[in-house]
Structures are given as C-alpha cells and as structure tokens.
C-alpha cells in the first residue's frame, strides 16, 4: 500500500501537525507513504504529481485552497481531501467538494488519525482503469474484486473470481493503484489481497482460488507484520 499525500499551508507549525499525524498514521498500519509540502496554492497547483490524499489550507495566498482541491480532483477524481483552516465559513464550499473532513485549526489531532482510517478505506473504494494487451482496450475493475496481481514470463496478470486480465501495466503501477490496507506484496512477484488468504505460513499463502504464493525470504518479517495489523483491523 501506497499513500501519496499532499500538505499545502502557509504555516509551518501545522504542516508539522500534520506531517506527524500522517507519519504516525502511517507507522501504525505498516502503510508506505511520500509527502510533498507546499507553502503556496500556486507551487502545489503547478506539481503534476498525482495525489490519493491531500490536505489543504482553505486561506493560502494566490490559489484558494477550495480552488486547488478542484485542480486536484481533475487530476485524479477520488483524492481524499482534507481541509484545515480557522475559517469556518467555507464548510459548505469544502463540503461541495465532498471533502473528507474539515479540521479546524487548533487541530484536533484524534480527529484527524480517526480521518485518516476513514480515508484509507474509501482509497480503492473505485474503479481503476488499466490497459489490456490482448484487446488494446481499457478495462476497468473494483480494486476490491482484485485477488492477486502476478509478474510471470514479462507478463503482468490481474486475478478477479471471474476472470485473469493480461494487463500492460508494471507491478509498480499496480502496486501504486492498490493502497488499500487490504493488498501486500509478500514478493516482488505479486500482490495480494489479503482478504481471500486462507493459509498463511512463514514460507508461503494460499488463497481462496487455491493459488500458493510464496513470500520472499526477506519480505517474510514485514509481511507477517502486515498481515498481523491487518487481522487485527478486521476485528475492530
């Protein structure tokens, strides 16, 4: 999982707010993440980064934060938005552009972490397009149907309960696409959703299809890690 994330305020002692929520956030859940800091809406609006998650500063000088939420959303229509700001008078702007939360300054920081599960939940919530080499044609699937994506013979295969799609997407692009808690990579061969895992061994998983995946010798720490927080969300 993946979060690429955006701050963009004009005031340093919230971007470190910030920055260490998401760090934490981000430590907590075993989730891997890259953050740019903008001070000004026109540098962060000139970026063409995309971004899953960005938080905002409604009042930043030469581009409003409303106007570079919309900027954002045209590069990539499901980013999670988080305003924060001490003005409270643009919620119902913030809300038009179904923002997640609306953190007011001082911020609340159990407010935000809660925000930010909420955020990595809806991340896959949609569809992702991705181009098919036996058709050349664009398919698009839920990222929650996705069972395993797999690297075999230069080929990249996308795995669903009723179909495999030969895919000419890299595992690189996949794994950016699949940040849900839900997906890892027990090796640099595949991705899997964990949610159809139903054998796990130091060595090796089995999943619902009956595939066997095997975990790499050095990814078997973190991925047992992951998998262990993953369980215990699932409880909560």
């Not at 260490?20 to 890259?34: G, P, R, S």
């Not at 397009?129 to 058709?135: E, G, I």
């Not at 997407?169 to 027990?186: A, H, Q, V």
Request: proline fraction near 1%; charged fraction near 30%.
């Amino acid at each position: 999982m993946l979060i690429n994330a955006m701050i963009c305020d004009d005031e340093k002692k919230y971007v470190d707010e910030v920055y260490k929520c998401l760090v934490d956030y981000c430590d907590d859940n075993n989730i891997a993440y890259n953050v740019d800091i903008f001070n000004d809406g026109l540098s962060a609006g000139e970026s063409d980064k995309i971004y899953n998650i960005a938080f905002l500063d409604i009042e930043i000088g030469n581009i409003s934060g409303l106007k570079l939420a919309k900027l954002l959303k045209e590069r990539n229509k499901h980013i999670v938005i988080f305003f924060i700001t001490a003005y409270e008078k643009y919620i119902d702007d913030a809300m038009d552009l179904f923002a997640l939360r609306f953190i007011k300054k001082p911020i609340d920081h159990i407010r935000l972490y809660n925000g930010l599960e909420k955020a990595v939940q809806l991340i896959n919530e949609d569809e992702i397009s991705f181009y098919l080499k036996s058709s050349k044609q664009i398919q698009k699937i839920k990222a929650k149907d996705v069972i395993y994506v797999e690297n075999a013979d230069h080929k990249t295969f996308v795995v669903t309960e009723n179909k495999t799609y030969n895919t000419a997407e890299n595992m690189d692009y996949w794994e950016s696409k699949l940040t849900n808690i839900c997906f890892g990579r027990p090796h640099n061969s595949f991705i899997v959703n964990m949610e159809y895992i139903q054998n796990y061994q130091r060595k090796e998983i089995v999943l619902s299809d009956g595939k066997i995946i095997p975990i790499a010798y050095n990814k078997q720490k973190d991925f047992r890690k992951i998998f262990c927080e993953y369980l215990k969300r699932r409880k909560q």
